[in-house]
């Protein structure tokens, strides 16, 4: 199991009244089967992960595991704050057939979360988990940020094979690459920087914006595999302000509106998230006019 | 229903395996029916909330009910990060016979949790709870803090009765109590600027440090209320070392220690936190070493 | 020498061209010798001494020291960024018989301003001052703030005699008087939190707002004094909005502006700052006529 | 003036008794002449720029011009938080020979330092300096960032040439470059993200590491040149630890250890800045020795 290439967290897809649309979900994935993505990440951060029960989240599991192409390669969110519960996730997931966890940082008690409670948490969970682990630092939404000294020991766990980076801070991953094993695989977690990461090592992205732009996120993907940069340095200069707005300034719910424009299913938030307001909606109307003119030079 | 005076967030005793260790509750909470506490918080951050299933909550909350002498006022921590679900366990401790809901702000999607979406997540939890809202800004965790302006605006709601106010921020509270109505409750969530809070207005604490010094903290708050202010300022000085070191810097591992070493029913925290280590508790006896003879003195 | 009670770090006028208006500040200070002001601090962040050269504070020294009542106390601030210019700039305000000297952290190298490097210097520092030093940890500006450990132990100099505490952290405020020896002075340096410092033990304030709103400001200091607390509150409840919307959201500019409409000399700030814009200036002036309003009533 | 290819930010050279020891400046810069560096940045922050005199300064401003071989491109350090302050000094350095001038954003007053107080000053800066300008944003040292619509703005004017970007943020670093115009130069301020933001399009690098290591630093900017990227990604991984521990963890004291212990005079830092301790130094050499290592194999 590799997670090179390019990931998109997938969204949750709801219904108007804030229940699960399953068949939207089976809908959008029909569409990403078509697209060079590897695989997709189910429950992530942008997945809502937090607003779901894990009644819930095994459903929406069971659908995409349904409806994903076989040869993409499916991971399943399951870092819950308690280690004992992200256990019992992960080995659920597991008993779904994804092929990897992907495990956040506990976050609540952040002066508490010291390396050593981290280490302690990351190695537990990957003695217990019958799929390997992807590590997830992800300091926007979670106040806690993990360094390369505990990633590197961390990635001598033979269970433990990569991290998603989401700090957005180039010279971390870079450290981070350079730090653990060569075998280990570090996916970066933001568009913004896919470049940079990628001439650094990284082994791919797993990127809100892939749900959104899928076929630009791997273009970018293959050309640096190419060794094309002067292509790979313009389309990461197209993916920069979409990065930020769509993904970015306006969360989960600009990126929804934005699949909503794109033909894909976006539909609302869940509270105490909002649907994309009218100024919103003007923003990232405009820069995906943007991408569809420079697409069309 | 007026949070007045000093209530501990109770610590959630675990057995050695993890498991509830309901018994060792209801001892702890038959020694504090014992004390001049007006009333106890189940499941806020130092029950370790975001580490227990609401199916645990429930037990807990029933235990404390049961154990609670009639005179103390029993609040339930039911903050969750969705809307829906904040409503739901509300209405559940309400039929518990819980008197008000401590709901903090919902937080993950930090960057996204705007005055706006605050607002709506609150009027909707109030419009639809069968006991009053206590809101609970609490940055430290949430890295979500609540101004002035929008808790004036949310206190307008008749069914939210108070907020605690748990930045450490002395100024931001005094703005609250300026902005509120008369009648709204704002208590603080810090012991070590409980003094500081009173002389501006402040109802009470909601205080981590009263599970382990509840006299003093009472002390604190009657002297005031008598203007004994050469006495309160004598006992804030007294708190500010096992504030700053039990509650803040060792967290729940710390208290929880320091509750054994008391003669309270302590014991572990539940994974990822980790017990308080042989340098944490020499520090945290030092601290209790102080304060017993500041009392014997 | 004993900075108790309240005093301004006063405004340096300009002429419209930049350059100094002495006459105006000599006309501000003739205002301010009929207040209960306890002396004036002269070249402090407020008198923008970053943007003054030390030719232009000696002026500035030379003729606050002949404009105010010899009963005020007369505090030069003097910190440099290097310690050899601190202590030149020191000596020289001493000679212009000024009676201690306010020197703030050096900042500019941030990561390396450790504990040790900060005693290191203020050691020096007071070691070859002829006048006592008064420490001074205002992070806003600098990012540096010095905690209550390194600030009870520069306390046992004899010739460190206080310190100006502008953190707005009332709980560091607390600590650092309970920590250093009992003759040391704590001052605070915001008006939004002069009452909380004062029940806490502080000996006074160095208040940008003294220099809009002397009166109220030494009314809440008087009435500490008095034990007349629902009074001391009801005035720092007045100062809030104040303190928040001229000293801090704009800044010096913001102060002068107040002072033109109150009968000072305020004028513009130096550039790069730029004067208060108009809807600065409203809300200033909406500010000032609720103080006004609570006066007359 | 095209400031492309890497640049060192000179240290000032004292003497033990910390006065100037501006023959070692000479023979420093003999040395650098004979590498590879496109010129020298003379009174930058690795320079200690705050703890000289402006007379000091224009000393060490008239020793590099002489010292410095005819080809090396000379850019002086003139911020001040004043703006005419700096520009004076722009233009005190453009009469000794500078080619170009650095301005830093000022940054006292930090909560004033608005988008549109800084474009008056830089603004007024380009108008009134007699040689090309260039922005400055150091963060780390200032608390003040530039975001790109703000440079994007600046470069307009024809006497504002380029950016020294030192936030150490790839995605700030690549929309600064994707919003400015083509001729504009954004040059990199650290060595630790030289490689990816010189795919990314930026003109070079002006880094402290390259006073201790400037053929390595110059290797890999020829590299990208030459679009050897595996070459590039080598180095910059063999630049990772000692941009983070010699120029970042341990600042100027640090560096000048290493540049003592590289052949070049280092000498101690000004006070307040403090010599490298032992563990500092121990720090140091074990990077040295793997650098060396590094390109003895």
Excluded at 60 to 80: D, N, Q, Y
Excluded at 81 to 97: D, H, P
Excluded at 188 to 209: C, F, K
């Amino acid at each position: 199991m590799k997670p090179t290439g390019i990931f998109p967290p997938l969204t949750t897809p709801f219904a108007p009244d804030g229940s699960l649309a399953l068949d939207r979900l089976r809908d959008n994935v029909a569409k990403y089967n078509r697209t060079g993505l590897a695989g997709y990440v189910l429950n992530g951060s942008t997945g809502e992960s937090v607003l779901l029960s894990w009644a819930e989240v095994e459903r929406v599991w069971a659908v995409a595991r349904e409806a994903a192409s076989p040869e993409k390669i499916l991971i399943a969110g399951t870092g819950a704050e308690s280690t004992a519960e992200t256990i019992e996730q992960t080995n659920r997931a597991a008993k779904l057939g994804y092929r990897a966890a992907l495990v956040r940082t506990p976050s609540y008690f952040k002066p508490q979360m010291t390396a050593e409670i981290l280490a302690e948490h990351f190695l537990r969970v990957a003695d217990a988990a019958r799929i390997p682990i992807l590590l997830y630092s992800v300091p926007v939404y979670t106040g806690v940020a993990m360094e390369a000294p505990l990633v590197a020991r961390l990635a001598q766990h033979p269970n433990i094979i990569g991290i998603k980076e989401s700090s957005g801070n180039v010279q971390r991953i870079s450290e981070v690459i350079a730090a653990a094993p060569p075998g280990f695989q570090t996916v970066v977690g933001g568009a913004a920087t896919l470049y940079p990461s990628l001439v650094m090592g990284a082994a791919g992205g797993i990127l809100a914006l892939a749900c959104a732009l899928p076929d630009l996120c791997v273009e970018l993907y293959d050309a640096v595999q190419a060794g094309a940069h002067e292509r790979a340095r313009a389309v990461q200069q197209q993916l920069l302000a979409p990065a930020s707005i769509l993904a970015s300034k306006y969360g989960v719910a600009g990126l929804k509106y934005a699949l909503d424009r794109l033909g894909y299913y976006g539909g609302p938030p869940r509270r105490p998230l909002l649907p994309a307001d009218e100024s919103a909606r003007r923003e990232i109307d405009a820069v995906l006019a943007t991408v569809a003119a420079a697409a069309a030079s």
